[in-house]
């Protein structure tokens, strides 16, 4: 990492620098205005930004909370002629990268060369019962299927009575239900009575087996 910084162009960190750059580029959209008592005031489209030096306070937050300079101060500060690169803040900067990465991660042995300690082991923490009653079926995840494999979803195909052979309804909310015959069979010896509600007229009910 300290041979990164020699391919810095400048003493900016390049993240910093390429974020900057398109602000730069958001800036010329925006218009400035010079107030002495509240600083600046930057309209983008409908929307109006008070940028204020002297107390280092900004509408829009973006500088307040990432450290890199917004498309509104930069505007700002270009209508001062004053070089932007004297405001970033110094956690950008090459000193601070080269103090994170000063120090060395010393070697160690393998694990297996590690001396054996007399300290006792540390154990998982005891389950402990749950209040309320507990689940039965397990929480599936969002992109796990409700249903069993195998078993295909109805979801999509029309209703169709075995009875008409029409759609939109089944058997028990057909309209023709006077056309099915509900029989029961009594078998006595070799005869068997069938009781049915749509038997003919002047047919026994008696057959013969």
Same mark, same amino acid.
């Given at each position: 990492?300290?041979?990164?910084?020699?391919?810095?162009?400048?003493?900016?960190?390049?993240?910093?620098?390429?974020?900057?750059?398109?602000?730069?580029?958001?800036?010329?959209?925006?218009?400035?205005?010079?107030?002495?008592?509240?600083?600046?005031?930057?309209?983008?489209?409908?929307?109006?930004?008070?940028?204020?030096?002297?107390?280092?306070?900004?509408?829009?937050?973006?500088?307040?909370?990432?450290?890199?300079?917004?498309?509104?101060?930069?505007?700002?500060?270009? /209508?001062?002629?004053?070089?932007?690169?004297?405001?970033? %803040?110094?956690?950008?900067? +090459?000193? !601070?990268?080269?103090?994170?990465? #000063?120090?060395?991660?010393?070697?160690?042995?393998?694990?297996?060369?590690?001396?054996?300690?007399?300290?006792?082991?540390?154990?998982?923490?005891?389950?402990?019962?749950?209040?309320?009653?507990?689940?039965?079926?397990?929480?599936?995840?969002? /992109?796990?299927?409700?249903?069993?494999?195998?078993?295909? %979803?109805?979801?999509?195909? +029309?209703? !169709?009575?075995?009875?008409?052979? #029409?759609?939109?309804?089944?058997?028990?909310?057909?309209?023709?239900?006077?056309?099915?015959?509900?029989?029961?069979?009594?078998?006595?010896?070799?005869?068997?009575?069938?009781?049915?509600?749509?038997?003919?007229?002047?047919?026994?009910?008696?057959?013969?087996?």
């Amino acid at each position: 990492m300290r041979k990164f910084v020699e391919t810095w162009v400048n003493d900016i960190v390049p993240m910093a620098r390429m974020i900057m750059e398109e602000n730069k580029a958001l800036s010329k959209r925006c218009t400035v205005m010079w107030n002495a008592k509240h600083g600046f005031e930057v309209n983008e489209d409908v929307y109006r930004f008070i940028v204020d030096f002297r107390t280092m306070t900004y509408t829009c937050r973006s500088w307040m909370l990432r450290d890199i300079l917004c498309q509104h101060t930069l505007c700002a500060l270009y /209508d001062r002629e004053i070089d932007p690169d004297d405001y970033v %803040s110094h956690w950008y900067r +090459k000193e !601070t990268f080269l103090k994170t990465y #000063q120090h060395f991660i010393q070697p160690i042995p393998n694990m297996k060369m590690w001396q054996e300690s007399t300290n006792p082991c540390i154990e998982p923490p005891e389950s402990k019962p749950m209040p309320g009653r507990p689940k039965r079926c397990r929480r599936k995840a969002k /992109d796990e299927p409700r249903k069993k494999h195998g078993k295909l %979803s109805k979801k999509g195909i +029309k209703m !169709t009575c075995s009875n008409c052979q #029409q759609t939109c309804h089944n058997k028990s909310g057909c309209r023709n239900m006077s056309s099915i015959s509900s029989e029961r069979v009594i078998s006595v010896g070799t005869f068997k009575y069938i009781s049915t509600t749509n038997i003919d007229i002047g047919l026994s009910p008696w057959i013969e087996v």
